[in-house]
């Protein structure tokens, strides 16, 4: 996301690069800014807007990320669903800090988090759990995610005895080693495109007191 490649000409009128964003466009809390562009990319419309790559890193500090669906927001933070178990759950177990970057490519926007990871409450698991499909259910229960398996026959086995096993359960559960991560921001900030790459990179922060300070960064 340069913004020295020329937009389509649809994108241009929508999010002239001369549009920018200013301090007094900007909300004043992170979470009603994001809602506002989170719309914006609903309706634009990005083919999966919820799309976010999540960074996280072990106990040594050696980094690994991954594109995940958000699953919701409020002004506690990001959600997104995972195996606790997985590369991801595992280092944020261990390492509870992580990074999102919202990359709305053809926007020239993107929206970088960072903050502490936490478990949300089971209940909410179970509830979001109850509105996947069956199948992404099963696939739950089948999949050691991130563990090394020895070929697709496994995976598909598993899946089978899985399905068997829940054949007579109307609602299935959420497995133990299944459940919601929430990331907590320390950080949010937004990113606009400009030409000559001097882009808008306005930026909420939380201070050492608890309290939201705006920021300008330079490009």
Do not use: C
């Not at 002004?75 to 992580?98: I, L, M």
């Not at 229960?141 to 007579?168: G, H, K, M, N, T």
């Not at 949010?188 to 201070?207: I, M, N, S």
């Amino acid at each position: 996301m340069t913004g020295d490649t020329p937009a389509p000409a649809a994108m241009r009128n929508e999010y002239a690069a001369d549009q920018g964003l200013s301090e007094t466009d900007l909300a004043a809390d992170w979470y009603t800014q994001f809602d506002r562009w989170f719309a914006d990319a609903v309706a634009f419309p990005l083919p999966e807007p919820n799309a976010m790559i999540v960074g996280t890193a072990d106990a040594a500090g050696r980094p690994s990320g991954r594109t995940v669906l958000l699953k919701g927001y409020d002004p506690d933070g990001f959600v997104f669903f995972t195996n606790y178990g997985s590369r991801k759950g595992a280092e944020a177990a261990a390492n509870p800090w992580a990074s999102l970057v919202f990359p709305w490519f053809p926007m020239q926007r993107q929206v970088v988090v960072a903050g502490r990871v936490e478990r949300i409450d089971r209940a909410e698991t179970e509830a979001y759990f109850a509105t996947r499909p069956r199948g992404s259910q099963l696939g739950a229960w089948a999949s050691s995610q991130s563990q090394v398996i020895p070929d697709r026959a496994a995976l598909d086995d598993a899946y089978r005895a899985v399905a068997e096993r829940f054949a007579d359960v109307d609602q299935i559960p959420p497995p133990p080693h299944w459940g919601g991560l929430r990331v907590r921001p320390a950080s949010v900030e937004f990113w606009q495109g400009r030409v000559g790459r001097l882009h808008d990179r306005l930026r909420f922060r939380r201070t050492e007191h608890g309290d939201w300070v705006t920021e300008r960064l330079a490009p």
